[in-house]
Antibody, heavy 121, light 105 residues
C-alpha cells in the first residue's frame, strides 16, 4: 500500500545537526513532489520545505531557509531533510507528505506518521 | 505573504449537528484550498482539495465551498469520529490556517 515512513528524529543540542529521512513505498516516487511539514507540541501545522519530483526545484519556509536542506534519491525512493544550526523552536514532530498529483502546487494526499525532533541542552 | 485565518478556533458541538468552519485568505487564492482533519497523535488526513472536491474515501457528510478569499468546510451531521482538529491550507503557498478544534458539547 501507499506508505511514507519517517526516521532520524531524536534529541539534539542547540546548534547541532540532524538528518531526517522519509522512505516511500507503494507508488512511483519519482513522479511526485514531496514536502516536509512540522508541528510543534500543542501547535498547528507549519510547512517546512518542498522538493520537485526530479529534485530540480526546492523551496523553504523563511524560518528554516539557510539552515535546512531537502534532497531526494529517486533510485532509493527516499527523501531527506538535513537540519543544521538547530534551535529550540525547531522542536516538533516532522512529517513527510506527498503531493496529491505530481506538481508541488498541490494538496498533500499522503502523510507519514511523523518523527519527533527535540532540540534541548 | 498570504495569511490564512480560520474561525472559530474552537467549536463545541453534539453528534448530529451541522458544523461549519470558515477559512479566510488575506488575498484571493481562487480555489487553491485544501482541508485536513487531524486527530491527536496522528498525521493529518486530506478531506477536500480545490476548495470543493472530496478526496477519495472521505464520507460525503464532508463538503467544501468558496472561492477567492472565503471558504467553508461543512460537516452535515457530526459523527463521533469527526471530533478532531481541522486545518485549511492554501496549497500554492503551502500556508496552513491555525486550526479549528471540534469538541464534544
Amino acid at each position: 500500500q501507499v506508505q511514507l515512513v519517517e526516521s532520524g528524529g531524536g534529541v539534539v543540542q542547540p546548534g547541532r545537526s540532524l538528518r531526517l529521512s522519509c522512505a516511500a513505498s507503494g507508488f512511483i516516487f519519482r513522479t511526485y513532489a514531496m514536502h516536509w511539514v512540522r508541528q510543534a507540541p500543542g501547535k498547528g501545522l507549519e510547512w517546512v520545505a518542498v522538493i520537485s519530483y526530479d529534485g530540480s526545484n526546492k523551496y523553504y519556509a523563511d524560518s528554516v531557509k539557510g539552515r535546512f536542506t531537502v534532497s531526494r534519491d529517486n533510485s532509493e525512493n527516499t527523501m531527506n531533510l538535513q537540519m543544521n544550526s538547530l534551535r529550540a523552536e525547531d522542536t516538533a514532530v516532522y512529517y513527510c507528505a506527498r503531493s496529491r498529483g505530481g506538481n508541488y502546487f498541490d494538496s498533500f494526499a499522503i502523510w507519514g506518521q511523523g518523527t519527533m525532533v527535540t532540540v534541548s541542552s | 505573504d498570504i495569511q490564512m485565518t480560520q474561525s472559530p478556533s474552537t467549536l463545541a458541538a453534539s453528534v448530529g449537528d451541522r458544523v461549519t468552519i470558515t477559512c479566510r485568505a488575506s488575498q484571493s487564492i481562487s480555489t487553491w484550498l485544501a482541508w485536513y482533519q487531524q486527530k491527536p497523535g496522528k498525521a493529518p488526513k486530506l478531506l477536500i482539495y480545490k476548495a470543493s472536491s472530496l478526496e477519495s474515501g472521505v464520507p460525503s457528510r464532508f463538503s467544501g465551498s468558496g472561492s477567492g478569499t472565503e471558504f467553508t468546510l461543512t460537516i452535515s451531521s457530526l459523527q463521533p469520529d469527526d471530533f478532531a482538529t481541522y486545518y485549511c491550507q492554501h496549497y500554492n503557498s503551502w500556508t496552513f490556517g491555525q486550526g479549528t478544534k471540534v469538541e464534544i458539547k
